[in-house]
């Protein structure tokens, strides 16, 4: 039961009806299965463009390495997100708040790191705020302004770290547009000292840490993300237990992304059972973004969890939900229904939570419900305020 935007009270459907009056709106859920609104905690939300060049190049059997060395990639979404306005960028990611909620999200992080200047990574970062207010879907935001090197500073390395340290990261922290920095810590893009650099800097400014590492290679990124105190390590498909043991010694939350394993059509998922084994609380998240893993589903993230990393459809739901609200820092507000948290959940057409992962690509999501307030109308989404 949930009065103005929190649950008051959580029961069984008898004890519940006794609390009801005339103005109580009742919601029929019966034969239904009622959840919490997943947390997605690693998105690319805003963005123009698309990468389907890209997509057609890897089914012709090219990598996601050589499609970058040739401008593609990362690159291609740089040029269209700049070349587009920020109210251009908000109805795109407006757009894409529907897709999310869809699927039973309510709550996502949104990176930018599509801009690489400080006026495009700020239009980015605005617009995620603009989303997370004219849009049911609650949105996080994370400055990810080292997410490539831009064309412009391709032979000057250091010219656009001391961009991102000593102009981006003062901006962003004075008009208070992010709470966390991230950064893609891998060979060929951004190596252990420059990650060093830019992310004590970081701190420096009050923001919180996120890590790209050990996607395409194990460069030692998890023992890194220990070493600097990140909130999460994120991707470590190519993790070592070395690193696995740094995480779990220090705390930091593995974030893992199955969808971008599908979709770059690898197979070496990340060590999930091996994570829990060392005490780790993970994550699930979809890593939602036009090049790697265009998908806003976390009912497929469920289905892969379970299939290719063999976690359990409990501890897949566990870990896109009250572990992914854990990595935001608001498990005091989301990700479980508990009296005083707010009232976010989804109401699935099914009986048994495990369906959500078994009947992959299926459509389940009945209603979803924002701060007590439902955001499906005659089975769409809204899209503007509700």
Aim: proline residues 4%; aromatic residues 6%; contains cysteine.
């Amino acid at each position: 039961m949930a009065s103005g935007d929190k649950i008051t009270h959580v029961g069984k459907s008898s004890e519940i009806e006794k609390l009801c009056d005339r103005q109580t709106h009742v919601i029929d859920a019966r034969g239904c299965l009622v959840m919490p609104g997943f947390v997605d905690a690693h998105t690319h939300l805003v963005f123009a463009g698309n990468r389907f060049d890209d997509f057609e190049a890897r089914a012709r059997g090219e990598t996601y390495e050589q499609i970058a060395k040739r401008g593609g990639g990362i690159q291609t979404t740089v040029r269209a997100t700049r070349a587009a306005s920020a109210d251009e960028l908000c109805a795109l990611a407006k757009k894409r708040a529907s897709w999310f909620l869809q699927n039973g999200t309510t709550t996502v992080e949104a990176k930018s790191g599509y801009g690489l200047t400080l006026e495009d990574e700020l239009k980015i970062l605005r617009v995620i705020r603009r989303v997370g207010k004219e849009t049911p879907l609650e949105t996080v935001a994370t400055f990810l302004g080292a997410h490539a090197f831009p064309p412009e500073f391709r032979e000057d390395r250091a010219g656009y770290i001391s961009l991102i340290v000593g102009t981006m990261l003062p901006v962003i922290a004075r008009e208070n547009l992010a709470e966390y920095c991230d950064i893609f810590c891998e060979q060929n893009y951004f190596n252990p000292e420059e990650t060093r650099r830019i992310l004590t800097a970081a701190k420096q400014h009050g923001l919180k840490l996120r890590m790209h590492v050990d996607q395409l290679t194990n460069g030692g990124g998890a023992k890194l993300a220990a070493e600097l105190g990140a909130t999460t390590a994120d991707h470590l498909e190519q993790t070592a237990p070395d690193g696995i043991s740094a995480l779990a010694k220090t705390n930091v939350q593995p974030v893992l992304l199955p969808g971008s394993v599908y979709a770059l059509g690898s197979k070496k998922y990340p060590d999930a059972r091996a994570m829990i084994d060392a005490g780790l609380a993970l994550v699930l998240a979809t890593d939602f973004n036009p090049g790697s893993s265009p998908s806003a589903s976390m009912p497929m993230m469920l289905s892969l969890a379970v299939t290719q990393m063999k976690l359990s459809p409990a501890e897949a739901i566990t870990a896109a939900t009250i572990n992914a609200a854990a990595s935001l820092n608001r498990v005091d507000k989301i990700g479980s229904l508990e009296v005083g948290k707010l009232a976010n959940f989804a109401i699935y057409d099914c009986e048994d939570y495990r369906e959500l992962a078994y009947w992959f690509g299926v459509p389940l999501v009945r209603d979803v419900c924002v701060r007590g307030v439902s955001v499906s109308r005659s089975g769409g989404f809204q899209t503007a305020d509700a």
